[in-house]
C-alpha cells in the first residue's frame, strides 16, 4: 500500500512539473519577432509606427532594429535584445535626423525581469559611435520600476509596469538640441527632464511598449503579426507567442 502511495504522488509531482510555467514559455515583454508592428496615437496629436525590421550585430550582439516611421523620430533605429532572464535590455540607436548613433556597453537593462516596484543598481555604461567604435561618453545609468498598474489604453486594458531613467550625472551628448532619450527618440518642449522621476515608458507582458513620454504622450493603438487592421487585448497578442 505504501508503494502504491508513493508511486501515486511521484506520478501527481511528475504532472504538476511538466505544467509549470517556466521562463522559456512565458511571453516576451518586448516582442522581437521580424514584422511585429505597433501604432501609437499621441495626445498632442502625433502619431506613430514602430517595427521590428531584422537583426544586426552590434559588438559581437545580435539585436533587433527597431524603425520609427514618422513625425520628429521618423527614421529613428533602436537595438533591443533580451537577456537570459528574459529582462529587456537596450543596444543602442542611430538618429539619422539628430546625426548621432551610439552603441552602448553593456547594455542598458530598461526593464528587469520578473519586474517589481523599486530601485534598480546603477550600471557604468560607455557608449561607443557605431560607425568609429570610438568612446563617445562614460556614465552611471539605471532605470527604475515605478509602477505596477492596469491601463485602459485605445488599443484594450494592460498589465504594465513604467520605468523611469535615474541618472546621477549629465550627459552633454543626448542634450544637445534636440535633445534625446536614451533609446534615441526626440524630446518634446514639453516632456519631462531626463533628471525628473516622472515615469516615462510602460511594458505589457507579451506585448511591448503600451504607453511612452517623449516629443509627445503616446498611447498604444493597435500591435500585432504582421500588421494590425483592428485594436487587440493583451490576451490576444499573448496567444501568438505560445
Excluded at 516615462?200 to 513620454?213: I, L
Amino acid at each position: 500500500m505504501l508503494k502504491l502511495i508513493s508511486r501515486s504522488f511521484a506520478l501527481c509531482a511528475t504532472i504538476v512539473l511538466l505544467f509549470q510555467p517556466t521562463p522559456a514559455q512565458a511571453a516576451p515583454w518586448l516582442p522581437l519577432v521580424p514584422g511585429m508592428r505597433w501604432e501609437y496615437q499621441g495626445l498632442a496629436g502625433a502619431h506613430q509606427v514602430e517595427t521590428i525590421t531584422g537583426f544586426i550585430t552590434l559588438r559581437g550582439r545580435v539585436v533587433a532594429t527597431k524603425l520609427y516611421a514618422e513625425g520628429a523620430d521618423a527614421g529613428l533605429q533602436n537595438y533591443w535584445l533580451l537577456d537570459v532572464d528574459g529582462s529587456v535590455l537596450l543596444a543602442g540607436f542611430l538618429n539619422p535626423g539628430a546625426g548621432l548613433a551610439l552603441v552602448y556597453e553593456p547594455p542598458i537593462r530598461i526593464l528587469p525581469v520578473p519586474p517589481a516596484v523599486g530601485p534598480q543598481p546603477s550600471v557604468m555604461i560607455t557608449a561607443y559611435d557605431l560607425f568609429t567604435d570610438a568612446v563617445y561618453a562614460t556614465f552611471p545609468i539605471r532605470f527604475d520600476v515605478t509602477e505596477d498598474v492596469m491601463l485602459s489604453l485605445p488599443a484594450g486594458s494592460f498589465h504594465a509596469f513604467g520605468v523611469v531613467q535615474a541618472i546621477t550625472l549629465p550627459l552633454p551628448s543626448l542634450l544637445a538640441k534636440p535633445a534625446l532619450t536614451l533609446d534615441g527618440r526626440t524630446l518634446g518642449p514639453q516632456s519631462p527632464s531626463i533628471y525628473s522621476i516622472t515615469t516615462t515608458d510602460w511594458f505589457a507582458e507579451g506585448v511591448g511598449v503600451v504607453q511612452y513620454q517623449s516629443n509627445d504622450f503616446y498611447q498604444l493603438l493597435g500591435f500585432g503579426l504582421p500588421t494590425p487592421t483592428a485594436q487587440s487585448s493583451w490576451g490576444a497578442i499573448k496567444r501568438l507567442f505560445r
